[in-house]
C-alpha cells in the first residue's frame, strides 16, 4: 500500500497527563507501518462537558501503510492499554487518540468519520495542528490556521504547558 500522511489529535485528562501522551507518541511510531513525522508542543486545555480536570492535547503528523480502519484498531488498543474504559461522553480519559485526516480521503462508516468533523470548530485540536501544519486544509475546506482564526477565546481555553 502506498505510504498515506495523516494528523492525529491526542489528549489526556486523568492520571500522569503528561506521561500519557508521551507514551502514546513513542507507542505510535512503534506501530508497524506508521512513522510520527512532526509533534507540536502540549498545551493545557478547557475540557468539554462536565469533566473537571483540564486536558493535555498534543497534535501529530504521520505517515502510515496502515488503512484508516487499521490506524483506528490501534488507537483503540493504545486507549485501553492505557487505561480508558468505556463510559460516559465527556468523562475522564487517560487517553484520546483521534484520526483528524487520512491523506485527502473522506470516510464515514458508524465507527470512522474522516476528515473529523468537528477539528475546524475545537481550539484543542487547532492550536497544535497550527504548530505542525498551519496551512494543511482540514474538511472543511479551510486551513488550520483559517480555521484557528474563527475561533473566539483561544488564548483563555488553551495555553502552552510548561
Known amino acids: 500500500m502506498k505510504a498515506v500522511d495523516c494528523l492525529i489529535a491526542l489528549g489526556s485528562n486523568s492520571g500522569n497527563r503528561l506521561s500519557h501522551l508521551r507514551q502514546a507518541v513513542s507507542d ?42 487499521g490506524l483506528l484498531i490501534e488507537f483503540k488498543r493504545l486507549e485501553f492499554l492505557s487505561g480508558r474504559k468505556s463510559g460516559k461522553r465527556w468523562g475522564p480519559r487517560p487517553l484520546d487518540i483521534d484520526l483528524i485526516t487520512y491523506g485527502n480521503a473522506r470516510i464515514k462508516t458508524p465507527w470512522l468519520t474522516v476528515p473529523h468533523s468537528e477539528a475546524a470548530k475545537r481550539a484543542f485540536v487547532l492550536v497544535p495542528l497550527s504548530d505542525i501544519v498551519p496551512k494543511v486544509k482540514l474538511g472543511s475546506g479551510a486551513t488550520v490556521q483559517e480555521a484557528l482564526s474563527r475561533l473566539k477565546d483561544v488564548s483563555r481555553t488553551v495555553k502552552l504547558f510548561s
Request: hydrophobic share 35%; proline share 7%.
Open 28 to 69: 505510535i511510531d512503534k506501530i508497524p507501518g506508521v512513522k510520527v513525522l512532526k509533534k507540536s508542543r502540549v498545551y493545557q486545555t478547557q475540557p468539554l462537558g462536565p469533566s473537571r480536570r483540564d486536558f493535555l492535547n498534543c497534535a501529530l503528523k504521520i505517515r502510515t501503510t496502515k488503512t484508516a480502519m
